[in-house]
Protein backbone atom coordinates (compact mmCIF):
# COMPACT_ATOMS: atom_id res chain seq x y z
CA UNK A 1 0.00 0.00 0.00
CA UNK A 2 1.37 3.09 -0.83
CA UNK A 3 2.24 6.17 1.01
CA UNK A 4 -0.10 9.57 0.37
CA UNK A 5 1.57 12.59 -1.26
CA UNK A 6 3.68 14.64 1.55
CA UNK A 7 3.97 18.51 0.79
CA UNK A 8 6.22 21.27 2.14
CA UNK A 9 5.27 22.20 5.89
CA UNK A 10 5.04 25.96 6.65
CA UNK A 11 8.71 25.61 8.42
CA UNK A 12 10.11 24.61 5.34
CA UNK A 13 8.32 26.98 3.17
CA UNK A 14 9.92 30.07 5.58
CA UNK A 15 12.93 28.67 5.65
CA UNK A 16 13.42 28.76 1.88
CA UNK A 17 12.02 32.17 2.10
CA UNK A 18 14.51 33.46 4.69
CA UNK A 19 17.19 31.35 2.47
CA UNK A 20 16.35 33.33 -0.67
CA UNK A 21 16.05 36.47 0.59
CA UNK A 22 19.47 36.39 2.53
CA UNK A 23 21.16 34.94 -1.24
CA UNK A 24 19.73 37.95 -3.06
CA UNK A 25 20.18 40.64 -0.23
CA UNK A 26 24.13 39.46 -0.95
CA UNK A 27 24.20 39.47 -3.92
CA UNK A 28 22.15 43.18 -4.24
CA UNK A 29 25.00 44.19 -2.32
CA UNK A 30 27.96 43.06 -4.51
CA UNK A 31 25.86 43.97 -7.93
CA UNK A 32 24.52 47.29 -6.80
CA UNK A 33 28.28 49.62 -6.67
CA UNK A 34 28.69 47.91 -10.70
CA UNK A 35 25.25 48.87 -11.60
CA UNK A 36 25.43 51.94 -10.08
CA UNK A 37 29.03 52.91 -12.03
CA UNK A 38 27.75 51.42 -14.98
CA UNK A 39 24.64 54.40 -14.74
CA UNK A 40 27.11 57.16 -13.52
CA UNK A 41 29.13 56.79 -17.17
CA UNK A 42 26.51 56.57 -19.47
CA UNK A 43 24.94 59.61 -17.59
CA UNK A 44 28.24 61.28 -17.64
CA UNK A 45 28.70 60.08 -21.06
CA UNK A 46 25.32 61.42 -22.54
CA UNK A 47 26.24 64.90 -21.28
CA UNK A 48 29.42 65.01 -22.75
CA UNK A 49 28.08 64.27 -26.31
CA UNK A 50 25.20 66.76 -25.67
CA UNK A 51 27.93 69.16 -24.84
CA UNK A 52 30.14 68.31 -28.24
CA UNK A 53 27.09 68.07 -30.36
CA UNK A 54 26.26 71.79 -29.48
CA UNK A 55 29.87 73.40 -29.76
CA UNK A 56 30.42 71.17 -33.28
CA UNK A 57 27.37 72.94 -34.49
CA UNK A 58 28.37 76.01 -33.34
CA UNK A 59 31.62 75.72 -35.58
CA UNK A 60 30.57 74.53 -38.08
CA UNK A 61 28.25 77.74 -38.66
CA UNK A 62 31.21 79.87 -37.77
CA UNK A 63 33.22 77.99 -40.49
CA UNK A 64 30.32 79.65 -42.65
CA UNK A 65 30.25 83.27 -41.32
CA UNK A 66 30.90 86.27 -43.12
CA UNK A 67 34.24 88.26 -42.79
CA UNK A 68 33.93 90.38 -40.13
CA UNK A 69 30.51 89.81 -38.92
CA UNK A 70 30.72 87.95 -35.81
CA UNK A 71 29.41 90.29 -32.77
CA UNK A 72 28.75 89.80 -28.92
CA UNK A 73 26.70 91.44 -26.27
CA UNK A 74 25.37 90.34 -23.10
CA UNK A 75 21.85 90.92 -21.32
CA UNK A 76 21.03 89.69 -17.91
CA UNK A 77 21.78 85.84 -17.78
CA UNK A 78 22.50 85.75 -21.46
CA UNK A 79 25.16 85.86 -23.92
CA UNK A 80 24.52 86.63 -27.91
CA UNK A 81 26.97 85.79 -30.33
CA UNK A 82 25.19 86.98 -34.13
CA UNK A 83 27.03 86.70 -37.24
CA UNK A 84 25.71 86.28 -41.05
CA UNK A 85 26.29 83.06 -42.12
CA UNK A 86 27.17 82.58 -45.86
CA UNK A 87 27.03 80.02 -48.37
CA UNK A 88 29.27 80.33 -51.00
CA UNK A 89 31.90 83.10 -52.74
CA UNK A 90 33.33 84.03 -55.72
CA UNK A 91 35.51 86.70 -57.87
CA UNK A 92 33.90 89.33 -59.99
CA UNK A 93 34.72 91.35 -62.87
CA UNK A 94 36.33 95.13 -62.16
CA UNK A 95 36.95 98.08 -63.64
CA UNK A 96 40.65 97.73 -63.72
CA UNK A 97 40.94 94.18 -65.05
CA UNK A 98 41.35 95.11 -69.03
CA UNK A 99 38.07 93.33 -69.79
CA UNK A 100 34.47 94.44 -71.48
CA UNK A 101 31.35 92.84 -69.92
CA UNK A 102 29.67 93.29 -66.52
CA UNK A 103 31.40 95.41 -63.80
CA UNK A 104 30.35 94.93 -60.00
CA UNK A 105 30.92 98.70 -59.90
CA UNK A 106 28.83 100.70 -61.04
CA UNK A 107 26.39 98.29 -62.50
CA UNK A 108 23.70 96.15 -60.72
CA UNK A 109 24.60 93.30 -63.09
CA UNK A 110 28.13 91.73 -62.97
CA UNK A 111 29.82 88.67 -64.60
CA UNK A 112 31.41 86.31 -62.04
CA UNK A 113 34.76 85.09 -62.96
CA UNK A 114 35.78 81.23 -62.81
CA UNK A 115 33.10 78.56 -61.68
CA UNK A 116 29.52 79.94 -60.56
CA UNK A 117 28.01 79.32 -56.93
CA UNK A 118 25.32 77.98 -56.28
CA UNK A 119 22.95 81.32 -56.28
CA UNK A 120 18.60 81.33 -55.70
CA UNK A 121 17.02 84.41 -57.50
CA UNK A 122 13.77 86.41 -57.71
CA UNK A 123 11.20 86.88 -54.49
CA UNK A 124 13.48 84.70 -52.19
CA UNK A 125 17.04 85.56 -53.57
CA UNK A 126 20.12 85.28 -52.06
CA UNK A 127 22.11 88.25 -51.29
CA UNK A 128 25.62 88.81 -52.54
CA UNK A 129 28.10 91.14 -50.20
CA UNK A 130 31.84 92.28 -51.24
CA UNK A 131 34.06 94.20 -49.05
CA UNK A 132 32.96 93.32 -45.90
CA UNK A 133 35.44 94.95 -42.86
CA UNK A 134 32.40 96.08 -41.03
CA UNK A 135 34.18 99.10 -39.31
CA UNK A 136 33.11 102.01 -41.53
CA UNK A 137 30.65 103.13 -43.90
CA UNK A 138 29.50 100.92 -47.00
CA UNK A 139 31.06 97.93 -45.34
CA UNK A 140 28.74 96.75 -43.10
CA UNK A 141 26.42 94.07 -44.52
CA UNK A 142 24.42 94.50 -41.54
CA UNK A 143 23.37 97.96 -42.30
CA UNK A 144 22.83 97.28 -46.26
CA UNK A 145 25.72 98.96 -46.89
CA UNK A 146 27.27 96.66 -49.19
CA UNK A 147 24.84 93.74 -49.46
CA UNK A 148 21.85 93.92 -52.05
CA UNK A 149 19.46 90.76 -53.26
CA UNK A 150 20.03 88.63 -56.36
CA UNK A 151 17.19 89.57 -59.24
CA UNK A 152 18.19 86.94 -61.55
CA UNK A 153 21.06 85.05 -62.91
CA UNK A 154 21.73 84.15 -66.37
CA UNK A 155 24.61 82.11 -67.04
CA UNK A 156 27.77 83.81 -65.34
CA UNK A 157 26.01 86.96 -64.86
CA UNK A 158 24.03 88.17 -62.23
CA UNK A 159 21.52 90.86 -61.93
CA UNK A 160 20.91 92.93 -58.31
CA UNK A 161 18.08 94.87 -57.10
CA UNK A 162 20.39 97.96 -57.72
CA UNK A 163 24.42 98.74 -56.68
CA UNK A 164 25.57 99.50 -53.86
CA UNK A 165 28.83 98.76 -54.38
CA UNK A 166 30.47 102.04 -56.13
CA UNK A 167 32.77 102.49 -53.07
CA UNK A 168 34.14 98.57 -53.59
CA UNK A 169 37.93 99.21 -53.94
CA UNK A 170 39.26 97.78 -57.38
CA UNK A 171 42.29 95.82 -55.42
CA UNK A 172 38.95 93.51 -53.84
CA UNK A 173 36.70 91.37 -56.16
CA UNK A 174 35.87 88.91 -54.03
CA UNK A 175 31.92 88.53 -52.58
CA UNK A 176 30.34 86.19 -50.83
CA UNK A 177 26.35 84.53 -51.01
CA UNK A 178 24.20 84.85 -48.20
CA UNK A 179 21.20 82.57 -48.07
CA UNK A 180 17.49 83.85 -47.91
CA UNK A 181 16.69 80.97 -45.84
CA UNK A 182 19.51 81.51 -42.92
CA UNK A 183 20.04 85.48 -43.02
CA UNK A 184 21.69 86.55 -39.89
CA UNK A 185 22.34 83.57 -37.25
CA UNK A 186 22.38 83.81 -33.09
CA UNK A 187 23.32 81.65 -30.64
CA UNK A 188 21.94 82.66 -27.08
CA UNK A 189 23.34 80.96 -23.89
CA UNK A 190 22.64 81.32 -20.41
CA UNK A 191 25.47 82.74 -18.26
CA UNK A 192 25.09 82.40 -14.68
CA UNK A 193 22.19 80.30 -14.33
CA UNK A 194 21.18 77.13 -16.25
CA UNK A 195 19.16 77.64 -18.80
CA UNK A 196 18.78 76.48 -23.00
CA UNK A 197 21.48 77.20 -25.10
CA UNK A 198 19.36 78.09 -28.56
CA UNK A 199 19.80 79.04 -31.96
CA UNK A 200 18.05 81.21 -33.99
CA UNK A 201 18.36 82.48 -37.53
CA UNK A 202 16.06 83.74 -40.79
CA UNK A 203 15.37 87.30 -38.99
CA UNK A 204 17.12 89.55 -41.15
CA UNK A 205 19.41 92.29 -40.58
CA UNK A 206 19.39 95.19 -37.96
CA UNK A 207 22.45 97.67 -37.81
CA UNK A 208 23.01 97.00 -34.50
CA UNK A 209 22.55 93.73 -32.46
CA UNK A 210 20.57 95.50 -29.77
CA UNK A 211 17.85 95.97 -32.32
CA UNK A 212 18.60 92.43 -33.64
CA UNK A 213 17.87 90.55 -29.73
CA UNK A 214 14.21 91.58 -29.43
CA UNK A 215 13.39 90.36 -33.26
CA UNK A 216 15.47 86.81 -32.40
CA UNK A 217 11.84 84.38 -33.97
CA UNK A 218 10.25 81.66 -31.91
CA UNK A 219 9.49 79.99 -35.02
CA UNK A 220 13.23 79.58 -36.58
CA UNK A 221 14.55 78.39 -32.87
CA UNK A 222 16.78 74.92 -32.49
CA UNK A 223 17.64 73.54 -28.98
CA UNK A 224 20.84 72.74 -29.04
CA UNK A 225 21.35 71.94 -25.23
CA UNK A 226 19.18 72.27 -21.89
CA UNK A 227 20.60 73.09 -18.48
CA UNK A 228 23.66 75.01 -19.87
CA UNK A 229 26.04 77.90 -19.02
CA UNK A 230 28.29 79.49 -21.70
CA UNK A 231 31.31 81.81 -21.23
CA UNK A 232 32.18 82.93 -24.76
CA UNK A 233 34.88 85.64 -25.80
CA UNK A 234 36.08 86.99 -28.68
CA UNK A 235 39.15 88.62 -30.00
CA UNK A 236 38.77 89.48 -34.21
CA UNK A 237 42.04 89.81 -35.03
CA UNK A 238 44.18 87.40 -32.71
CA UNK A 239 46.85 86.83 -36.21
CA UNK A 240 46.65 89.13 -38.98
CA UNK A 241 42.73 88.76 -40.08
CA UNK A 242 42.22 85.88 -38.25
CA UNK A 243 39.49 85.91 -35.31
CA UNK A 244 39.43 83.74 -32.56
CA UNK A 245 36.24 82.51 -30.52
CA UNK A 246 36.60 80.58 -27.46
CA UNK A 247 33.31 79.12 -25.45
CA UNK A 248 33.44 76.98 -21.80
CA UNK A 249 30.01 75.33 -22.14
CA UNK A 250 28.82 74.13 -18.90
CA UNK A 251 25.96 70.90 -19.17
CA UNK A 252 24.25 70.01 -15.63
CA UNK A 253 21.96 66.69 -14.81
CA UNK A 254 19.45 67.65 -12.42
CA UNK A 255 18.70 64.76 -11.18
CA UNK A 256 22.05 63.84 -9.97
CA UNK A 257 23.43 67.49 -9.64
CA UNK A 258 26.58 66.56 -11.25
CA UNK A 259 27.86 68.67 -14.83
CA UNK A 260 30.33 68.52 -17.41
CA UNK A 261 32.57 71.06 -18.94
CA UNK A 262 33.83 71.56 -22.07
CA UNK A 263 36.17 74.21 -23.51
CA UNK A 264 36.43 74.75 -27.03
CA UNK A 265 38.02 77.12 -29.33
CA UNK A 266 37.15 78.62 -33.30
CA UNK A 267 39.18 80.17 -35.73
CA UNK A 268 37.39 82.49 -37.66
CA UNK A 269 38.57 84.05 -41.01
CA UNK A 270 37.79 88.00 -40.96
CA UNK A 271 39.45 88.30 -44.54
CA UNK A 272 36.78 90.15 -47.42
Avoid: K
Avoid at 6 to 14: A, P, Q, S, W
Avoid at 112 to 133: H, R
Wanted: charge should be neutral.
Amino acid sequence: MMGGARGFTLVETIMVMVITGIIAGSVAVFIARPVQGYMDSVRRAELSDAADTAVRRLGRDLRLALPNSLRLTSSGNLAYLEFIMSSAGGRFRTDDDGSSGGHLPPGAVFDVLGPMPAVNSGASGDYIVANNFGNGPYDDAYSGDNRRQVVSVAGNAVTLADNPFRHVGTGISRFQVVPHATQAVSFVCPTLTPGDFLRYWRYGFYATQAEAVPHLPAGSQALLAANATCSITYSPNVQQRLGLLSIALTLRDSASGESVSLFYQIHVDNTP
